[in-house]
Antibody, heavy 120, light 108 residues
Framework: EVHLVESGGGLVKPGGSLRLSCAAS????????MNWVRQAPGKGLEWVSS????????YYADSVKGRFTISRDNAKNSLDLQMNSLRAEDTAVYYC?????????????WGQGTLVTVSS | EIVLTQSPGTLSLSPGERATLSCRAS???????LAWYQQKPGQAPRLLIY???SRASGIPDRFSGSGSGTDFTLTISRLEPEDFAVYYC?????????FGQGAKLEIK
């Protein structure tokens, strides 16, 4: 059974940094692109970033480009999101999500999310 | 980027009724790369439909998707109590992939 478990969320001041992690199990991790999708409180879904199975191809939403860095450790079946220069508008639940196909894809499995709050 | 507009914003129906949710794209969605998700309060989204009309694994056949180009529809043939939730469409044919604003299906 596929399991995705996020961790690392919390309260951070504007301009601060935070690193999120997602532990994956139940599937061959290297075979799948992985993504971060966020949801601001009471709002809709926003794709944040994706990384291919090998880690070669990386993409970001314009809203986080230059501030966030996605990475993966295939030996540990883990996905990370390093978030720097955080802003109030980055406040959201961050989900890691698996993409069943390479390239542009829907997301077939999601973690339960971790809440990031950016506030002074 | 492609903007997806869902309608209605809120749909009030009773169990046993048929629900029809619409998703309209600002430009044509490439290869019908359109997905639907269900989200209940405090839970992660769940994939229902991909490729506009293919049901994801384990999704009951009362859920169906249709459409192409710029107009897509999610239909729930007979509502069960557990179907009342928020539904999102997503296009993944053109970068960046984008989601609709969501449509709430509530019990009348």
């Amino acid at each position: 059974e596929v399991h995705l478990v996020e961790s690392g969320g919390g309260l951070v001041k504007p301009g601060g940094s935070l690193r999120l992690s997602c532990a994956a199990s139940g599937f061959t991790f290297t075979s799948y692109s992985m993504n971060w999708v966020r949801q601001a409180p009471g709002k809709g879904l926003e794709w944040v970033s994706s990384i291919s199975g090998s880690g070669t191809y990386i993409y970001y939403a314009d809203s986080v480009k230059g501030r966030f860095t996605i990475s993966r450790d295939n030996a540990k079946n883990s996905l990370d999101l390093q978030m720097n220069s955080l802003r109030a508008e980055d406040t959201a639940v961050y989900y890691c999500a698996r993409a069943p196909v390479a390239g542009m894809s829907n997301f077939d499995y999601w973690g339960q999310g971790t809440l990031v709050t950016v506030s002074s | 980027e492609i903007v997806l507009t869902q309608s209605p914003g809120t749909l009030s129906l009773s169990p046993g009724e048929r629900a029809t949710l619409s998703c309209r794209a600002s430009q044509s969605v490439s290869s019908s790369y359109l997905a639907w998700y269900q989200q209940k309060p405090g839970q992660a989204p769940r994939l229902l439909i991909y490729g506009a009309s293919s049901r994801a694994s384990g999704i009951p056949d009362r859920f169906s998707g249709s459409g192409s180009g710029t107009d897509f529809t999610l239909t729930i043939s007979r509502l069960e109590p557990e179907d009342f939730a928020v539904y999102y469409c997503q296009q993944y044919g053109t970068s960046p992939n984008t989601f609709g604003q969501g449509a709430k299906l509530e019990i009348k």
